[in-house]
């Protein structure tokens, strides 16, 4: 147990860097913000830290002497944790929203599928639209494609071709990018 009040690291924490007592190497770079990097004993360095009421951080473990950092190691873990966390929430992520139609759609569904395309797009979304053709309809191809096209330019403003329509198997996709703001 540890002189000061402090709680001991937790066993998982210890595993990214040595600190204290399991740093093994005789001599080390003790690394000092606002000085030059000295070579020095560990036992040192140890009580230099403890003096201190900091922890001794080993930060590069394979160079000769291994580099070494007086801090509080719990802050450090947190900062970094910290630093992930808002490193996740900024990835965006690609959200995919299909719309199915058939080949013989009428004006007001179109009108009707298109208004939810907008909104999707307009959110960040990706759209796949695709003409699903059932049985025998698979003889109307073109008029799928035209479906398409004409889905896409009414989108044009608000987003982008990412792929001409494309046949596969009994459907006809199409893949339409929000455009960038």
């Known amino acids: 147990m ?4 402090r709680r001991p690291v937790r ?26 990097p000295r070579v020095m004993m560990t036992t040192a360095a140890l ?8 922890d001794l951080v080993e930060i ?3 160079a000769v002497p291994p580099v070494c950092k007086i801090m509080d ?12 966390k808002e490193l996740k929430a900024k990835q965006s992520k690609v959200v995919l929203k299909e719309i199915r139609f058939g080949p013989n759609t009428d004006d007001h569904d179109f009108q009707f ?44 403003d ?4 990412e792929q001409m329509p494309k046949l596969e198997g009994k459907r006809m996709i199409v893949m339409i990018n929000p455009k960038k703001k």
Do not use: C, M, W
């Not at 190691?73 to 992930?84: A, D, E, H, M, S």
């Open 2 to 5: 540890r002189k000061d009040n």
């Open 11 to 36: 066993k998982e924490d210890n595993e990214q860097h040595r600190i204290n007592g399991k740093i093994t190497a005789r001599e080390i770079r003790l690394v000092i913000e606002g000085e030059e």
């Open 47 to 54: 009580q230099l830290a403890e003096e201190q009421e900091l």
């Open 60 to 62: 590069s473990p394979n």
């Open 73 to 84: 190691y719990r802050k450090f873990l947190y900062t970094q944790k910290k630093k992930q």
């Open 113 to 156: 599928k298109l208004t939810h395309a907008r909104k999707f797009l307009e959110e960040g979304s990706k759209v796949k639209a695709y003409v699903f053709f059932r049985g025998r309809t698979i003889v109307f191809k073109d008029r799928g494609e035209i479906l398409l096209l004409k889905f896409v330019q009414e989108l044009a």
């Open 158 to 161: 608000v987003g982008t071709l």
